[in-house]
């Protein structure tokens, strides 16, 4: 498990907004063409932050995730978005708009994210 950043990884500083499917304009799809993963997908700017890179946010380490387990703070950076400008973040939070609850205080927050390594094929 990871507790703090990898020595030279960048850490950004993200407001973050939450998204879930069953909204508007949401797909069951990333823009890799990987199926979105409940409280693991994350939608970025890839001019900021490049899609495939494993992001380790702290202020989500123990938010329940769908199976009853504690989040690790373990996002895949593997969607986009139009809104997705600049230092922002959007994360995947499930099924319907209850899916959101859990992680309504971090809404519209800043959240700490650091490039923790980088991914192949479709996260898990």
């Known amino acids: 498990m990871v507790t703090g950043s990898v020595p030279g990884s960048p850490g950004y500083k993200l407001k973050a907004t939450l998204y879930h499917a069953g909204a508007k304009g949401v797909g069951s799809l990333d823009s890799l063409g990987c199926k979105v993963v409940a409280m693991r997908t994350a939608a970025v700017d890839s001019a900021l932050i490049p899609r495939r890179?494993?992001?380790?946010?702290?202020?989500?380490?123990?938010?329940?995730?769908?199976?009853?387990?504690?989040?690790?703070?373990?996002?895949?950076?593997?969607?986009?978005?139009?809104?997705?400008?600049?230092?922002?973040?959007?994360?995947?939070?499930?099924?319907?708009?209850?899916?959101?609850?859990?992680?309504?205080?971090?809404?519209?927050?800043?959240?700490?994210?650091?490039?923790?390594?980088?991914?192949?094929?479709?996260?898990?």
């Open 53 to 124: 890179t494993i992001l380790f946010i702290k202020e989500t380490v123990g938010m329940p995730m769908p199976n009853g387990d504690k989040h690790d703070g373990f996002w895949y950076a593997s969607d986009v978005g139009g809104a997705i400008k600049g230092e922002r973040i959007d994360l995947f939070t499930g099924r319907g708009g209850n899916s959101m609850k859990p992680m309504m205080p971090l809404n519209l927050s800043k959240l700490s994210a650091v490039k923790v390594g980088e991914f192949k094929g479709c996260p898990k």
